[in-house]
């Protein structure tokens, strides 16, 4: 297992892990690329198209760590989804219930 | 006034035709269930959801919103509108944690996140301020059409607003949600097109890309001036620029100007223009004067708006703008380290101090905690309410992360598209000193460049813009006032039949009442209510990371937050300057000291009140899955062989 993890049960995939602090500080990062970068390219400066390209390259790593993790959450999600959803109801219909 | 060619017609009629017919398709979907109207039963791909983040985040206003706040800040400008960054970690986390709720709306999630009393005022409260919202935000950027339309076509407000946001309600009345999102979809790629063609085509306007990067290094200094109301009728003035650092004079008026409050519309028109030439550098040779405008033949008049002009002096990067009334006896600070000359315009990160200035340092970091950090709560952004909704219409946790991530990533490329069409409109037009022209410099450039019969294309997109926003805030409103109001409060029995009827009917009615606010919105509301749109901003926004985040913080904690910033946020920002308690603080400062006093109400009452019950917080932990502060739930969760 390398230090980024690309397998996962759906237990583990369920905790707050580091894969998740790495896409939010990748996610934040290409954010900031991205909008300095568009401007500055679409005035064809050179450096704009580098920062643009920086921050692409950002956003697939930061899609390569998260998706695994959360393609296994949603997974797993989904099989309980109906049975969240009567339990959603329920506490919808508070007020009858009392 | 604009001339409609056939073929511009042909644009418009068409797309129109486009658009009702997206309901007429969708209608069968849309009346299956409550969870269909509202949320297009929940299975969406991420990209339709992601499209409707970036439609309904594209409205009439932002161009004008953008187009302000780059005119004036150069590329600095694009930060005031990158608060849409909270759903960078958004996406992530309060995202990934509210689809695992399933809560219909933010109203409803407050149910399931507490308990008791305290959770059923919650949810009344955020319901009946979200149907408000969505009612009021209807009338803004309804009336912001009326205004364009009276501009483009001379026709009274009431038209453009009445004619095209019913036209979006019509294709929401019919299918609900899915109509919304088809036509999101559709009109986010016309609305892309079109803002990509004419920014395009401002930019070679002025000469293309590297004319204007030229240009902005040769142009002269200005500075924005409102001449101060009360200054004395006939007065005469002088002007300085000086070292921010050193305080050097670098240069004064030679010979004074005049003050007059006898306004003579034609001469200050006339005045306003010739300040172009100025800033363009044409007659830099002619006068060895530092300041170029205004000179001793100028007359200014009182409460009036003016564009100062100096040369740009090199090696000097910030400096000081100052007046006198006395011959230069007293001087009075117009701008404090004001940047010079102008290619600063085309740094992002053209910062004028750590405190002072258009763009401080403290301002930035300040904007980058609200907007960043604001992702680990719900409701720390007005958007989030519109986002909630697409979120829980996406098929899948993985979906809704991305429909986040990538709408609002376009939401800010298209920030930095007309960032860079707005560089192009100040190179033509260099000398507006009123926000009123330079906010409508994007639309300028596209119905003054654009060719005859690209313009109805224009249009279109213009009114694509304004439908996928209205339809939905119509739709979103329905949804509080049905689900949260109707289904919970008034007939919690009803059919789904029912609630598809009712949803129908509320949207109607959010209609009527968003013409009543778009006719009644003035200057002075519109004023009070950004205010309001401020408190919520200011004073909640660690509360609202803290019911994501904390077990402990309970419902009385939350809503004493409300309650206490209503109080706080007049106080810090009216009251106490008023009476010279505290001095009038920037808005950045402002948002640190409402955190903290409102901190001060909100903890003791959480703390003295009792923690919400455990059964309930277990069962929303083992749905949710929440990041943060949430042990001794966890543990009980464990204990009850639930996790």
């Known amino acids: ?98 | 006034m604009v001339t409609f060619a056939f073929l511009d017609w042909l644009w418009l009629i068409l797309y129109i035709l486009l658009m009702v017919g997206c309901g007429a398709l969708f209608y069968r979907l849309g009346k299956r269930s409550q969870s269909d109207f509202f949320l297009a039963g929940r299975g969406l791909p991420w990209w339709l959801p992601a499209s409707s983040v970036y439609a309904t985040h594209t409205a009439t206003d932002t161009p004008i919103w953008v187009a302000g706040v780059v005119y004036k800040y150069g590329l600095s400008g694009l930060w005031y509108a990158f608060f849409a960054a909270w759903c960078a970690i958004s996406a992530f986390v309060s995202t990934r944690i509210f689809r695992r709720s399933l809560a219909y709306s933010q109203a409803e999630w407050q149910s399931l996140r507490f308990s008791g009393l305290g959770a059923e005022m919650l949810r009344g409260w955020v319901a009946g301020w979200q149907v408000f919202m969505n009612m009021f935000i209807l009338g803004w950027v309804g009336i912001a059409m009326g205004k364009l339309c009276n501009m483009l076509f001379g026709w009274d407000l009431w038209i453009g607003l009445v004619i095209f946001t019913s036209i979006g309600a019509i294709y929401v009345l019919m299918a609900g949600y899915w109509g919304v999102v088809m036509a999101d979809f559709q009109q986010g790629v016309i609305a892309l097109l079109v803002i990509i063609i004419v920014s395009i085509w401002g930019v070679m306007a002025a000469g293309g890309p590297q004319t204007i990067i030229d240009k902005l290094k040769t142009y002269n200094s200005t500075c924005e001036w409102r001449v101060p109301a009360d200054t004395q009728d006939g007065a005469q003035g002088l002007l300085r620029i000086s070292d921010s650092g050193t305080s050097e004079v670098l240069g004064a008026s030679a010979l004074p100007f005049t003050f007059s409050n006898a306004f003579d519309e034609a001469r200050y028109v006339e005045t306003a223009d010739g300040v172009k030439k100025y800033v363009q550098n044409t007659h830099e040779s002619e006068t060895n004067s530092l300041i170029l405008f205004p000179s001793d033949a100028d007359v200014l008049y009182t409460g009036r708006d003016y564009t100062i002009v100096w040369k740009a002096s090199e090696g000097k990067r910030l400096v000081n703008v100052e007046y006198s009334t006395d011959n230069g006896a007293t001087w009075i600070m117009i701008d404090e380290n004001h940047q010079n000359g102008q290619r600063w315009r085309i740094n992002p990160l053209s910062f004028t101090g750590s405190f002072k200035g258009q763009f401080p340092v403290a301002w930035f970091v300040t904007m980058l905690f609200i907007a960043l950090l604001g992702g680990f709560g719900m409701g720390t952004n007005i958007d989030w309410y519109t986002e909630a909704q697409r979120i829980q219409s996406a098929k899948s946790v993985r979906d809704a992360s991305y429909s986040i991530w990538a709408g609002t990533a376009l939401v800010l490329v298209r920030n930095s598209i007309w960032a860079a069409a707005i560089l192009g409109f100040f190179i033509l037009f260099p000398h507006l000193a009123s926000s009123a022209e330079y906010e409508m410099g994007w639309y300028v450039v596209g119905f003054k460049y654009l060719p005859i019969g690209m313009v109805g294309f224009l249009f279109a997109g213009i009114l694509a813009i304004h439908l996928s926003t209205v339809s939905t805030h119509i739709n979103l409103g329905a949804m509080y006032a049905t689900r949260d109001f109707y289904h919970h409060y008034v007939n919690p029995k009803a059919s789904e039949n029912r609630l598809v009827v009712v949803g129908r009917l509320s949207t109607f009615i959010i209609l009527i009442g968003s013409f009543i606010f778009g006719t009644i919105i003035g200057e002075e509301i519109t004023q009070w209510l950004i205010f309001a749109l401020w408190i919520m901003a200011a004073g909640i926004w660690l509360p609202n990371i803290l019911q994501v985040i904390w077990w402990r913080f309970n419902s009385w904690g939350y809503l004493s937050s409300w309650i206490a910033n209503l109080g706080l946020s007049w106080l810090v920002v009216w009251i106490l300057p008023r009476f010279g308690i505290i001095p009038e603080l920037p808005d950045y400062m402002q948002f640190w000291l409402l955190i903290v006093l409102n901190a001060l109400i909100y903890l003791p009452v959480t703390f003295l009140t009792k923690p919400e019950d455990m059964d309930h917080l277990v069962s929303y932990y083992v749905m949710s899955r929440p990041i943060g502060f949430w042990g001794p739930v966890r543990r009980e969760a464990i204990k009850q062989g639930l996790l």
Do not use: H
Request: proline residues 2%.
């Open chain 1, 1 to 98: 297992m390398g230090f980024i993890r690309r397998e996962w049960t759906a237990k583990e995939a369920d905790e707050w892990r580091k894969e998740d602090w790495f896409a939010i500080i990748l996610s934040a990062s290409s954010y900031v690329l991205l909008t300095i970068g568009s401007a500055l390219s679409f005035l064809l400066l050179p450096v704009g198209f580098v920062i643009l390209g920086i921050g692409i390259i950002i956003t697939i790593l930061m899609y390569w760590i998260i998706d695994p993790k959360l393609k296994t959450i949603s997974t797993e999600y989904e099989k309980k989804q109906k049975e969240y959803l009567l339990q959603l109801e329920e506490i919808q219909k508070w007020e009858v219930e009392k």
